[in-house]
């Protein structure tokens, strides 16, 4: 099947500095990724949907200006967590898919702010 | 969104088959039934999916209603790999086609 391809898959940084997370499609165009983030024993919580060539369309209560997603091919779409605080620490996972068939989702980045 | 219902958690014993119900009465017909899971650290990943009719694949069998107001997902004989967290999502191809997942149900797979 497909694969997503997310690096890193884990990163630890320091309060107040940015972080970029890179989500690709290894073997199919994905006109459409979605962003999640998980918290310890929680579900997945939708974050925004990347489109390529256009904005995201971010979820109630996501900050587009804290969470800066670019989908600037077909193949690739990058999450950028700015000025990150120990509160922004989760595991973020990413995903691809057409309208149809499955959902391809990315190992996941588990992000530590120190 | 439609919204989905599972049970929170599950037991089965090993090399047993399991059954995990999803309710979803309130489904339209444009939702695909999706099921994906989830290993502990890692991504979900695609099980099965269905519209209408039962589907079976290599990884396990979907039993649907025949009003699709609820679905089962059969894995067939459970081993300790299957351990994991279950989401059962409706996939509307005809609008948004977010996926949104619930709480899933949690299988806890004893040997």
């Known amino acids: 099947g497909a694969v997503v391809s997310q690096h890193p898959s884990r990163v630890i940084c320091k309060s107040g500095t940015s972080v970029k997370i890179e989500c690709r499609s290894l073997?199919?165009?994905?006109?459409?990724m979605f962003w999640y983030r998980q918290f310890p024993k929680q579900s997945l919580m939708l974050m925004a949907t990347?489109?390529?060539?256009?904005?995201?369309?971010?979820e109630q209560g996501v900050e587009k200006d804290k969470f800066l997603i670019n989908h600037a091919s077909l193949t690739l779409s990058t999450l950028t967590v700015t000025s990150a605080h120990p509160e922004d620490s989760s595991f973020y996972i990413c995903?691809?898919?057409?309208?149809?068939?499955?959902?391809?989702f990315g190992q996941g980045t588990r992000l530590t702010v120190v | 969104d439609a919204k989905t219902t599972q049970p929170n958690s599950m037991e089965s014993n090993e090399e047993e088959p399991v059954h995990l119900p999803c309710n979803h009465s309130?489904?339209?017909?444009?939702?695909?039934i999706h099921w994906y899971r989830q290993l502990p650290s890692q991504g979900p990943e695609y099980v099965i999916h269905g519209l209408t009719s039962n589907v079976n694949n290599r990884m396990a069998s979907l039993a649907i209603a025949e009003d699709r107001k609820s679905s089962t997902l059969i894995l067939h004989r459970a081993t300790l790999r299957d351990a994991a967290v279950y989401y059962c999502i409706l996939r509307d191809v005809g609008g948004d086609d977010k996926i949104i997942f619930g709480k899933g149900t949690r299988l806890h797979i004893l040997p």
């Open positions: 073997d199919f165009q994905a006109t459409t």
């Open positions: 309130t489904i339209s017909g444009t939702d695909y």
């Open positions: 990347s489109n390529e060539g256009s904005k995201a369309t971010y």
């Open positions: 995903s691809a898919s057409d309208r149809v068939t499955e959902a391809f």
